[in-house]
């Protein structure tokens, strides 16, 4: 069973909400929330209602300050989480791996088919943006910076047609991809 468990204070602490699907609000359980345990599986978790906003990726683990974490992860160019309002659980993948990305929205401009991760699409492909993209396998991550650092984006199957629209969190462009792989 995939769980994640969210408390209103730091370490842990004050009313808490445990969910094991996924949560378009958040604060229809908790006033806010300041902590996090995964107890198994992985997640993504935003900073705005509706899946919508800065997202970042939890795997199994503790997060007993998540304001603190967000200020070291805007220290390394990654996304502040001032708070937690709605978060997606990652479903366990099994099998292949594969997403066509494009340079340009709709699908347009030079495709590439990736199966593996990508540290950087500029060295690999001399693509230096990805603004569309097909999932046919897997659940993936796509960073805004190479080395899968900065603000990341998660997308599963599906046919992303603007994923400058669908980020909302003002990611200037998509520079490496990572599979999500089943040992969250």
């Given at each position: 069973l995939l769980q994640i468990i969210f408390y209103e204070e730091r370490n842990f602490q004050g009313r808490s909400y445990e969910c094991s699907s996924?949560?378009?609000?958040?604060?229809?359980?908790?006033?806010?929330?300041?902590?996090?345990?995964?107890?198994?599986?992985?997640f993504v978790v935003y900073d705005r209602p509706n899946f919508m906003g800065n997202q970042v990726f939890l795997r199994r683990g503790e997060y007993s300050d998540l304001q603190r974490m967000g200020s070291m992860a805007g220290m390394m160019g990654m996304s502040l989480m001032d708070n937690i309002r709605s978060c997606r659980m990652i479903p366990m993948h099994r099998g292949q791996f594969r997403i066509r990305i494009y340079e340009r929205e709709n699908f347009g401009g030079k495709m590439n088919e990736l199966m593996d991760d990508?540290?950087?699409?500029?060295?690999r492909y001399l693509m230096s943006?990805?603004?569309s993209c097909n999932v046919m396998e897997g659940h993936w991550l796509m960073f805004e910076q190479p080395g899968f650092r900065g603000r990341m984006m998660y997308v599963r199957p599906g046919e992303?047609?603007?994923?400058?629209?669908?980020?909302?969190?003002?990611?200037?462009?998509?520079?490496?991809?990572?599979?999500?792989?089943?040992?969250?």
């Open positions: 996924d949560c378009s609000d958040l604060h229809m359980h908790l006033n806010r929330c300041n902590s996090c345990r995964v107890d198994n599986g992985c990508c540290e950087s699409l500029q060295d943006d990805c603004q992303y047609r603007n994923l400058r629209d669908m980020s909302m969190n003002n990611m200037s462009n998509i520079s490496s991809i990572r599979r999500i792989m089943d040992m969250c």
